[in-house]
T-cell receptor, first 114, second 115 residues
Framework: AQSVTQLGSHVSVSEGALVLLRCNYSSSVPPYLFWYVQYPNQGLQLLLK??????LVKGINGFEAEFKKSETSFHLTKPSAHMSDAAEYFC????????????FGSGTQLTVLP | DTGVSQNPRHKITKRGQNVTFRCDPISEHNRLYWYRQTLGQGPEFLTYFQNEAQLEKSRLLSDRFSAERPKGSFSTLEIQRTEQGDSAMYLC?????????????FGEGSRLTVL
């Protein structure tokens, strides 16, 4: 069984500051890992994904994440926050073997302060 | 490519009524998923189809819930005898089987409010 833990349901940063959203996963098989963003009353948009290639993954809007197998982590970062980054962020894992359903974390609400 | 389309976007109903949601996936995608998202939580898997076959159902999908994908294109999710606990956002997603790296493409969701 797979699971995802997102530490911190709410994160606030100042505009221009570093964004760090934490994600730890549990999987008995090699995982695929994803970060999605959700704006109010909208669906989920893929930010980036790890599928066993490079461990440092770059995504859209300046976000990146690093897969660390020893720490079972896949934290999301952005060097400089923008007001438009305010949204909810979800980490998700799937079984690389079958690549079927995704299991999501409970999300982190990012607030960007002016 | 118009993306995944869901309707209605919002539905308000009284407890005990039946509701049906429709999802039109990206046209060449043969996998279709339904997820439920409650306030402050991440999406939870309900069921998925490969073409017209329903391959997996979550234990969250009670007997009051039924999903179909009759021709392997659009899908419907029906909830019978709605309860207040059914209030949630119902998300549809689609993907390809061949070359699938697990990425799902989501629609904007159908929000259900049961009074």
């Amino acid at each position: 069984a797979q699971s995802v833990t997102q530490l911190g349901s709410h994160v606030s940063v100042s505009e221009g500051a570093l964004v760090l959203l934490r994600c730890n996963y549990s999987s008995s098989v090699p995982p695929y890992l994803f970060w999605y963003v959700q704006y109010p009353n909208q669906g989920l948009q893929l930010l980036l994904k790890y599928t066993s290639a490079a461990t440092l993954v770059k995504g859209i809007n300046g976000f990146e994440a690093e897969f660390k197998k020893s720490e079972t982590s896949f934290h999301l970062t952005k060097p400089s926050a923008h007001m438009s980054d305010a949204a909810e962020y979800f980490c998700a894992v799937s079984d690389a073997g079958s690549a079927r359903q995704l299991t999501f974390g409970s999300g982190t609400q990012l607030t960007v302060l002016p | 490519d118009t993306g995944v389309s869901q309707n209605p976007r919002h539905k308000i109903t009284k407890r005990g009524q039946n509701v049906t949601f429709r999802c039109d996936p990206i046209s060449e995608h043969n996998r279709l998923y339904w997820y439920r998202q409650t306030l402050g939580q991440g999406p939870e898997f309900l069921t998925y189809f490969q073409n017209e076959a329903q391959l997996e159902k979550s234990r969250l999908l009670s007997d009051r819930f039924s999903a179909e994908r009759p021709k392997g294109s659009f899908s419907t999710l029906e909830i019978q005898r709605t309860e207040q606990g059914d209030s949630a956002m119902y998300l549809c997603a689609s993907s390809l089987v061949r070359g699938n790296t697990g990425e799902l493409f989501f629609g904007e969701g159908s929000r259900l409010t049961v009074l």
